[in-house]
Every structure is written in structure tokens, then in C-alpha cells.
């Protein structure tokens, strides 16, 4: 990156990082474009060429005497953050595309996967076993086809998506509607260290944003942006997936919905769509068909070495082994896996996340597991 550009990105990140500036002040700032300047500029001045009120003007004023790039670079290297902005070739041409695009991404993982097709999971926090069991499948079944899964982490439909994911060679995409180094909800932990190491965890949110329910449906126009298409599977009518649909929808991007029983409450949101044009998802072939051309073509090569890799991830450990041993006996819940084995809630989550993953297991409301 050339000394400008790299000057560009850090004075983006401040204007980002300064509590009280917004998207729109951000877009005028960047049109305005006078980068060398910002730094040295008077609260006057960015009242007079960029239209701030006086308090943001102050705010940015004292922003800019604070800022540290080099505190600033150190701290997200030492936890594994990489920041991009859309000065950053790594930042994704079809996020870049959508009409609120965000300024600046935190990331941890696989940076790489921004670049590949991706095709968006989402639905219901609270699935029946019909919904966990199609999200699942459907995630891994795009992620073996060479697709990314980018969900949001939340309980439900989004937890079973990247699962299923983690199972294929596409793994999946994280979009959280907290900051990229806080977990929410607590118990997807063992998910969230998952897809750090075999995916990635995005987020637009600043490190240490204080948690806030309103943050969570602005991180959906990032699930859509980033993707090809999105899935519904199981939403209410006012379901927060359906926000998504309908950011996919404004972006011209594709939207699928999983048909669902026309008395279950749970799919009046996904009959919907369907009424209104969405593509009715009967398997996993209704979506790969529209996107046949982008995707990594198998060779038999490549086949061996997933059927390899799939028995391996077959294999169960011994920690795996003792946790899978008490659940043949009856659905436990998390406190009784706990009481029984011993684990501390750590490794017992981390263990329950690998079973749930090499399909030994399944996750049931109310943090229950049986065998598959």
C-alpha cells in the first residue's frame, strides 16, 4: 500500500472510531477527499467543508490530537484483528457494490474467504428440529460445493448454518453485531474459536462499542453485501431474517426460502417470500444451479482428499468419546454434561461443538443434546 493510501485508511479509521460521526458524515468526508489536511484541521474547518455540527467538529478535533497509529496497529496485531477499509484491495468488490457499505471491517481468520462466492444462511433464533436440521444440511452442502456460508452467530438457524458449514472445504463467515473480540451469545464460544481457526469473524463495530440490541439488524446489510444470495430458512413475520431478504432484494441479489408447514408460525415469513417471489429451495441443487459458473471445479483429486478428510473428522478423541458415551444413555443438557464429567464449561463446550460437527450430535432448545 503507498504512503497515501495507507494515510487515507488510518484517518478513515479515526473518523470511524470517533464516537458521534456517522456513515453520512464519513461518505462526506471521503468525498470531500482532502486527506493530507484532515489531521491539522480546525473544528471551524470541518464545520465549513464538510458540514459537521460544532460537537462532532470538537469531537474529531480532539480525536485527531489523540490519535496513535502505531498503539493503535500494535494492539490489533497482537489480537490477531486485521482492519480493512475499502482503500484495501482485501476488502470484497461485491460488499463494496451495496449502497451502505461499511468504512471499515474488523476481521480475525481467514481473510481470504471475502473473496469467494458466498451465499448468506439465516432464520429463526428459536428452530424447530425441521429448521435445524435443513440449516445444517444446506450449509454443508454449499460449503462441500466450494460455497462460503456467512451468517450473523446467533442462537438458532445461524448456529446450525455455520456448523454444517465448518463440515465443508467453503467454511463460513461470521458477521457479528458486536465487536469482533466479544462473543454473543456466550454459548456459541466453542463456535466463535471454530470459525476463528477454520473461518472468519467479521464485524464494523469498534473494539470496545458497549453491547446494544439496535447494533444487531444494522450488521444484516453486511450478511447480505457480502453475499451472492441469501436463504431463509424458518422466520416468523417479523422476523430480523427477514430485514435481510429484503437488503438482498434492494441489492439485487438472489433470495431463496425454505419452504415450511403452512400451520407452523415459524414459516409464515418464509411462505411469504415465496409468495412474493422468492426461489422456493426444495435441496441444495436450487442454489448451486444459479451459481454453477463461480464454483471450484472437483476433480478426483479433490474428492479423495474430502472423503479422507471426512473420516478423520469421524474419528472421536477421547475427551469426544466420554461426552458422546454419557448421551447414548438420554438427551442431556449442558449442566448434567458438566456434573457428570467433570469438564470445566471451556472444553465441555468445545467438545459438544466438535460432536455437533462431525454429526455425532445434535443441539435441542434449552442447550440439550442427544445422538444423532
Known sequence: MHNNEAMQKEILITLHETPGIGWQTIRKAVQFGAWHSYERFTPEAWISSVGLRPEQAQSLKEAF?????????????????????????????????????????????????????????????????????????????????????????ARGI???????????????????????????????????????KRGLIVSEYPLGTPFHPGLFPQRNRIIAGLSLGTVVVEAAQRSGSL???????????????????ISSPKSTGTNDLIRQGAKLISSVQDILEEYSNLLPKKTENSNKIMKTLSSEEAIMTKDEAIIYEFLQDAPRSTDELHELSAFPFGLLHAVLINLTIKRKIEQHPGSIYSVT
Open 65 to 153: 490530537n489523540r490519535q496513535n497509529i502505531e498503539h493503535r496497529n500494535k494492539r490489533m496485531e497482537e489480537l490477531g484483528i486485521t482492519v480493512i477499509t475499502p482503500f484495501d484491495k482485501e476488502y470484497p468488490e461485491l460488499l463494496k457494490q451495496s449502497a451502505q457499505h461499511p468504512w471499515v471491517l474488523y476481521t480475525i481468520g481467514q481473510i481470504e474467504l471475502l473473496h469467494r462466492p458466498c451465499v448468506a444462511i439465516v432464520g429463526t433464533r428459536v428452530p424447530t428440529a425441521y429448521g435445524r436440521r435443513t440449516a445444517s444440511d444446506l450449509g454443508e452442502q454449499l460449503s462441500a460445493n466450494g460455497l462460503t456460508v456467512v451468517s450473523g452467530l
Open 158 to 196: 445461524d448456529g446450525t448454518a455455520h456448523e454444517g458449514a465448518l463440515r465443508g472445504r467453503g467454511s463460513t463467515i461470521a458477521v457479528l453485531g458486536t465487536p469482533v473480540d466479544t462473543v454473543y451469545p456466550k454459548e456459541h464460544r466453542a463456535l466463535y474459536q471454530e470459525i476463528v
Open 243 to 261: 430485514i435481510t431478504a429484503d437488503q438482498a432484494l434492494e441489492m439485487s441479489r438472489d433470495v431463496f426460502a425454505v419452504p415450511g408447514q
